[in-house]
């Protein structure tokens, strides 16, 4: 004798018709939120390093780290790098590379400099006269402002910043950038960053984000007695770029060269 096939359940099943194998009632209800939870995670882990968020104190903090197991010393220096958030300052789409030592366009034929080079150059500005006597940079003139990373980090330890930026759209992006962080002592100007800026000298420190063939006569001559210069300058036979630091003493400037860089030309004008 055969039993009768039961009818086929048809669609949408009431939810107390669910039983489980046995006749006993199902007590546990899909979740479909579930699987577009663990998407959620399986995408941040995919755009996070590590899984940390880019605005996570232990990101920078990785990235100082290996800055200094490089040589960094300055605690001062240190502090500054830590604090100041460099994915803000660059594209979204670079934002997963802000942490790593490399440099990253920011348009217009510029770039961001590579966190060693501003290390290296800050902390260098740092073993001035004035900087040493003062455990800060003081009245500070940045030649270049770029997208602004490197006027966050020298405002962290200055008195005041100048920062002098000759192509428009980058000194507007970079007020765009700086502005939600209120640094009030950071002054941005649209000019000829080869004229340095007259008005605020003398300066204690001033640093180029550019090399050209010679330092401007401008910068030496509003460099403060006892002020440091740090700019990039192509070396006798004009092959590369090296580091070349410059202190005003009573009687006159004291330059010493250091290693091979690598930046983005030195320009007069306005554009």
């Known amino acids: 004798m055969t039993t009768p096939e039961r009818p086929r359940p048809k669609f949408p099943l009431k939810l107390d018709g669910l039983v489980a194998s046995g006749g006993a009632r199902k007590t546990t209800l899909l979740r479909p939120q579930a699987p577009l939870q663990q998407a959620a995670v399986d995408s941040a882990r995919a755009v ?15 990235m100082v780290s290996r800055l200094q197991a490089a040589g960094l010393r300055h605690e001062l220096v240190i502090a500054a790098l830590n604090k100041v958030q460099r994915h803000l300052f660059v594209d979204t789409a670079l934002a997963i590379q802000a942490y790593e030592d490399t440099s990253l366009p920011i348009g217009h034929g510029q770039t961001i400099s590579k966190p060693s080079v501003v290390a290296r150059m800050i902390e260098l500005l740092m073993a001035g006269a004035n900087a040493r006597a003062r455990q800060s940079l003081g009245q500070t003139l940045e030649i270049g ?17 100048m920062s002098v930026e000759r192509l428009k759209p980058l000194h507007d992006k970079a007020r765009e950038l700086l502005a939600p962080l209120r640094l009030t002592n950071i002054r941005l100007v649209y000019g000829d960053g080869m004229r340095g800026h007259a008005p605020n000298a003398p300066y204690d420190s001033i640093i180029s984000a550019a090399g050209g ?43 010493s060269v250091h290693e091979a860089v690598n930046f983005v030309p030195l320009k007069s004008g306005m554009d």
């Open 48 to 62: 996070r390093p590590s899984g940390l968020g880019l605005d996570s104190g232990d990101v920078r903090q990785r």
């Open 213 to 255: 063939e010679a330092l401007p006569d401008a910068w030496l001559e509003q460099l403060a007695v006892g002020g440091r210069l740090v700019a990039p300058v192509h070396d006798a036979g004009g092959r590369q770029q090296v580091l070349v630091v410059v202190d005003r003493t009573e009687t006159g400037y004291v330059r």
């Open 145 to 161: 402002t770029g997208c602004g990373y490197q006027a966050a980090v020298l405002a962290q330890l200055s008195r005041q910043v």
